[in-house]
């Protein structure tokens, strides 16, 4: 793979990089047809961010393999956030100086190549080691979520800002006649020491709003403030698909030249935690947002290899970077159902469990050995079906 | 003038006796080498030279010239004495480190010589302080006989660029390797880090490089614990040179423009990394 930015668009790439710093450690860098793909998830796996910029982007693009002779299979990798983010850490430096910027990726070698061309005549040329690694992306239908809105850019960040920086939560909720933002507090917490903060909006705020269900969901401010940063600085309108509680909610916008967006799991219905553990969970997030749902993030093979959910939005903003219909293939779902345990948890607590799992190559057989330990393994499969109705035998 | 109040039996047994209108034009420039307590001063008609030392592998010299002080008085030849350099600042910022618009500290410095500590006379806003700090026996400063006969490769930049590369260099790389060469890459800094690799080219022809006179191809690390003193020389430098010999001594001098836009010098010399390996 190989792609050269122009130096005003180097900004943009490391703003991204910056948003998706504030989301996880690793950065996954998957160059497709469509684009170069960054994606990130946290510990938690409550948050997932991508970030597409289509070839358009760039002054150059090139995502196969540079020598002929090579496999046409392109390269996907991971690198550590820490190697990465400061090559971009100041984006006003790389305004001033940098005239173009070149990452390449080569098979045959484990690094990956970035190189600033700069004024002045100085090159800096930095070699990160890298592991290769399937594409992470999450299934998320966006096209599915009940609510669906569109704010004009800024308007959320203006309303974000209000928060204080150490406030890990807040609850959005959403009527036909109303939007508003309110911190999240644990219950049981001193009710006295703490101060509220609620912002409310009407719908005629919104270039588009649509509740069909009234919703109050509660997730993580802190990646979100990261993708905010990000869209504020392009004066882009921000699209929010959301469902009820305990359903991802999925902040994303648009352009000619990338597409970016987040997914953050939201807080179960069941307000005490003793019943939303699972039995035989392995939850070690340090995070609040472990309570909840985790996101259904996998890795996965390119270019319609192997089963992969394709994920698009009516809408038009979207998830998934691939426009081909891939039917999830039968090892798929074979492999997802063997990671599901079985329901023990009373049936009055709304639990939605979303899995992440690493899906390895087609040549595998033995898929189940390759997938890592399931985080939280408690399915209710009705509501599995109507998450995902292109999967009914999970 | 408050200073000038001493007797003149002090006058005449002072060896050496220097003066400055704003004694910032001194402490800023020694803040630059302040890496190690101890620093050695030898005082010639040339001026006052500071030398700094670390482990027999790094040396660092402020030059402040004769022109630079308002007094200079040497009744010998050479005076040298060793003195604390971290005490010595803290009595030059007596009065507040921090420059108020308007006022500066006044400072007379006297040495009656061997055995005697060095008294500083300062004064701001009609407010004399006395310090009077012990000196010690001067160590020899190492000759390290870097010797412009045997410069190899000699280049000079502004010092922005170099400013830059140097606050964004990998610190978890144990070594700064530089290539000097005639040829591609003309002047490269490398660090090897945990994450890999990164490498800083300077062309030949940048219009950052002011000079340019490579002989040979020479690469040579250093570790970073020794280059990292320089970079507060870098901070406060307009220009740099960069010259190695035939041995991979490196000699960075730093171009400094005091308060009043006068010129100092400041002169770091660095040892290679003895476990070379070629690449």
Redo the contacts between chains.
């Keep these: 793979m190989k792609c050269v930015i122009e130096g005003k668009n180097a900004k943009v790439f490391g703003r991204a990089v910056h948003a998706l710093s504030r989301v996880g450690d690793e950065l996954w860098l998957d160059p497709t047809v469509k684009g170069l793909a960054l994606r990130s998830v946290n510990s938690a796996q409550s948050a997932y961010a991508c970030f597409i910029f289509s070839p358009l982007f760039f002054q150059q693009y090139s995502f196969m393999g540079c020598v002929p002779k090579q496999s046409s299979k392109t390269v996907k990798c991971k690198l550590l956030m820490k190697s990465l983010l400061p090559l971009f850490r100041c984006l006003t430096s790389i305004e001033r100086n940098v005239e173009r910027c070149q990452i390449s990726v080569s098979a045959s070698s484990d690094w990956v190549i970035i190189q600033f061309f700069c004024r002045h005549g100085i090159t800096k040329t930095h070699n990160l080691r890298f592991q290769e690694k399937e594409a992470l992306q999450a299934e998320f239908a966006s096209h599915l979520c009940t609510n669906v809105l569109k704010a004009p850019a800024r308007l959320l960040g203006d309303m974000v800002v209000h928060f204080p920086v150490f406030q890990e939560e807040i609850t959005l909720s959403a009527t036909p006649l109303r939007f508003s933002l309110r911190n999240y507090e644990e219950s049981g917490e001193s009710q006295v020491k703490m101060m509220y903060t609620e912002m409310s909006l009407h719908p005629e705020e919104f270039e588009y709003f649509h509740v069909d269900v009234n919703s109050e969901i509660t997730f993580c401010l802190k990646e979100l403030r990261g993708f905010l940063s990000f869209t504020e600085s392009h004066c882009l309108p921000v699209s929010v698909h959301f469902d009820s509680a305990g359903k991802p909610v999925c902040f994303s916008v648009e352009d000619v030249l990338f597409e970016a967006s987040v997914v953050l799991a939201t807080l179960m219905e069941s307000k005490s935690t003793d019943s939303i553990q699972p039995v035989g969970t392995q939850v070690h997030a340090t995070s609040r947002c472990v309570d909840a749902a985790a996101l259904r993030v996998h890795a996965c093979e390119g270019h319609g290899e192997t089963g992969r959910e394709r994920i698009t939005s009516s809408q038009g903003s979207t998830v998934s970077p691939h426009p081909d219909p891939i039917p999830p293939l039968p090892q798929t779902q074979q492999a997802n159902k063997e990671s599901i345990s079985v329901n023990t948890s009373p049936a009055s607590s709304m639990v939605c469990t979303l899995l992440f799992k690493a899906l390895s190559s087609e040549q595998d057989d033995n898929v189940c050995a390759a997938t890592p330990p399931v985080l939280a393994g408690y399915s209710d499969e009705e509501m599995m079906e109507e998450f995902c109705p292109k999967s009914p035998s999970l | 003038m408050p200073l000038s109040t001493q007797s003149q039996d002090d006058e005449e047994h002072y060896v050496l006796v220097a003066s400055l209108d704003n004694a910032r034009n001194l402490s800023n420039i020694l803040k630059a080498i302040t890496f190690k307590d101890h620093a050695v001063f030898t005082a010639t008609p040339n001026g006052l030279k500071v030398t700094v030392e670390d482990s027999k592998c790094l040396q660092a010299n402020a030059f402040i010239q004769t022109e630079i002080f308002q007094e200079f008085t040497l009744k010998e030849d050479l005076v040298t004495f060793q003195i604390n350099l971290t005490v010595l600042l803290d009595c030059l910022n007596i009065f507040g480190g921090n420059a108020v618009a308007g006022t500066s500290t006044a400072l007379r410095m006297c040495y009656k010589g061997y055995g005697y500590p060095l008294t500083l006379f300062l004064e701001e806003g009609g407010v004399v302080t006395v310090c009077k700090i012990n000196t010690q026996e001067p160590e020899e400063p190492m000759d390290f006989e870097f010797c412009s006969t045997n410069v190899t490769n000699k280049v000079i930049l502004q010092s922005e660029?170099l400013k830059?590369?140097f606050s964004?260099l990998?610190m978890t790389s144990d070594v700064l390797q530089i290539t000097m060469s005639p040829s591609q890459?003309y002047f490269r800094l490398s660090t090897f880090g945990?994450?890999?690799?990164?490498?800083?080219?300077?062309?030949k022809?940048?219009?950052?490089?002011e000079l340019f006179q490579c002989t040979m191809t020479q690469t040579n690390r250093y570790k970073m614990s020794l280059l990292k003193p320089s970079t507060k020389a870098l901070a406060l430098s307009c220009k740099v040179s960069v010259r190695t010999d035939n041995r991979g001594l490196l000699s960075q001098q730093y171009l400094v423009r005091n308060d009043d836009g006068q010129i100092c010098f400041l002169e770091f010399y660095c040892c290679p990394d003895e476990e070379v390996e070629e690449e």
């Design positions: 660029s830059e590369a964004e990998d890459p945990n994450s890999g690799n990164a490498h800083y080219d300077y062309s022809d940048s219009d950052m490089m």
